[in-house]
């Protein structure tokens, strides 16, 4: 009887131990978030309230995260609108560029994840490992013979060089929907053929529907990517009217910072932001889930 009641003693100490050491770390582990998290809020709340400050006040203020005493809301409603090059025409340019991109590409990746998961043909598994080989070599090692094509085909300085080939597919989208699509049954898809549907009408009436949020989540981190993306267009784009936003606030940078209107620069800088804020706060849900989802079966 003893040994049993002492059994169950430590059977009983071993289960209450256990959920206070589980959360024990849960605590660390969001402590540790939160701080990651204000570290990185920081500078993003010192640009928004640096942009509502005269050029006078920024450079006499020191570091601060408290609001001027007098807000330049002009900043945002007339100022940066008034610089040139248009702020707004860039904004349109990567919309244009952004959502083109992304619409066609998201499909085209989309039917060659289904293809790659359910349909069979010769070289399938060699040609799947050779996209993903792509990934592999980095835009410096390709900037350079890229650019000659695109030169010598009369690309340059169109925003050809960044649709076309986005358009044709990207190819960590279509790893991450094939691993994706793999789950869904194959015997849906048989069935499917029994009834007479072709392909095509089972990727759209079957495989999109039951993709969409993966879809979803890849097709917002792309946006984002394509919105922030400055290399590429700078190396392609000339003209102030084909500029996308990124690199005309560059351009702004070399321009206004000689007169040290940084409070300019930061509003523009804002406002550049909002786009991905926006996104991101209304798709939060799908983002975090494409984590989540690349582990689905």
Same mark, same amino acid.
């Given at each position: 009887?003893?040994?049993?009641?002492?059994? $169950?003693?430590?059977?009983?100490?071993?289960?209450?131990?256990?959920?206070?050491?589980?959360?024990?770390?849960?605590?660390l582990? %969001?402590?540790?978030?939160?701080?990651?998290?204000?570290?990185?809020?920081?500078?993003?709340?010192w640009?928004?309230?640096?942009?509502?400050?005269?050029?006078?006040?920024?450079?006499?203020?020191?570091?601060?995260?408290a609001?001027?005493?007098?807000?330049?809301?002009?900043n %945002?409603?007339?100022?940066v609108?008034q610089m040139?090059?248009?702020? &707004?025409?860039?904004i349109?340019?990567?919309?244009?560029?952004?959502?083109?991109?992304?619409?066609?590409?998201t499909?085209?990746?989309?039917?060659?994840?289904?293809?790659?998961?359910?349909?069979r043909?010769?070289?399938?598994?060699?040609?799947? /490992? =050779?996209?993903?080989?792509?990934?592999m070599?980095?835009?410096?090692?390709i900037?350079?013979? @890229?650019?000659?094509? %695109?030169?010598?085909?009369?690309?340059?300085?169109?925003?050809?060089? /960044?649709i !076309?080939?986005g358009?044709?597919?990207?190819?960590?989208?279509?790893?991450f929907?094939? @691993?994706?699509?793999?789950?869904i049954?194959?015997?849906?898809?048989?069935?499917?053929? $029994?009834?007479?549907?072709?392909?095509?009408? $089972?990727?759209?009436?079957?495989?999109l529907?039951?993709?969409?949020?993966?879809?979803?989540? &890849?097709?917002?981190?792309?946006?984002?990517?394509?919105?922030?993306d400055?290399?590429?267009?700078?190396?392609?784009?000339h003209?102030?009217?084909?500029?996308?936003?990124?690199?005309?606030?560059?351009?702004?940078?070399?321009?206004?910072? !000689?007169?040290t209107? %940084?409070?300019? /620069?930061?509003? =523009?800088?804002?406002?550049?932001?909002?786009?991905?804020?926006?996104?991101?706060i209304?798709? @939060?849900? &799908? !983002?975090?889930?494409?984590?989540a989802?690349?582990?689905?079966?």
């Amino acid at each position: 009887m003893a040994e049993s009641t002492i059994d $169950i003693k430590k059977l009983k100490s071993k289960v209450h131990a256990a959920p206070l050491h589980s959360r024990r770390a849960d605590g660390l582990i %969001y402590a540790f978030l939160f701080s990651g998290a204000i570290v990185m809020i920081i500078p993003l709340i010192w640009m928004f309230e640096s942009s509502l400050k005269t050029p006078g006040q920024f450079l006499t203020t020191q570091l601060s995260l408290a609001m001027p005493a007098n807000p330049q809301w002009e900043n %945002y409603f007339k100022r940066v609108w008034q610089m040139e090059p248009a702020l &707004q025409r860039g904004i349109l340019n990567s919309i244009i560029i952004s959502v083109s991109t992304i619409v066609v590409g998201t499909f085209v990746s989309s039917l060659a994840a289904f293809s790659y998961s359910k349909l069979r043909f010769p070289g399938k598994a060699k040609l799947f /490992l =050779a996209e993903l080989a792509t990934m592999m070599i980095p835009f410096s090692v390709i900037m350079i013979p @890229q650019f000659i094509i %695109y030169a010598r085909i009369g690309w340059v300085n169109t925003w050809l060089p /960044l649709i !076309i080939p986005g358009m044709l597919g990207n190819v960590g989208m279509i790893f991450f929907l094939r @691993q994706y699509m793999s789950g869904i049954p194959t015997s849906v898809i048989e069935s499917a053929r $029994i009834d007479g549907a072709g392909y095509f009408r $089972i990727f759209l009436q079957i495989m999109l529907p039951n993709a969409k949020p993966a879809i979803a989540a &890849q097709g917002i981190l792309w946006f984002m990517a394509a919105w922030n993306d400055y290399f590429a267009p700078s190396i392609y784009l000339h003209d102030d009217a084909l500029l996308t936003v990124q690199v005309m606030i560059s351009r702004l940078n070399a321009m206004y910072a !000689i007169n040290t209107d %940084y409070p300019l /620069l930061l509003t =523009a800088s804002v406002i550049s932001l909002l786009p991905i804020i926006i996104v991101f706060i209304i798709f @939060q849900r &799908q !983002i975090i889930a494409s984590v989540a989802l690349s582990g689905l079966k």
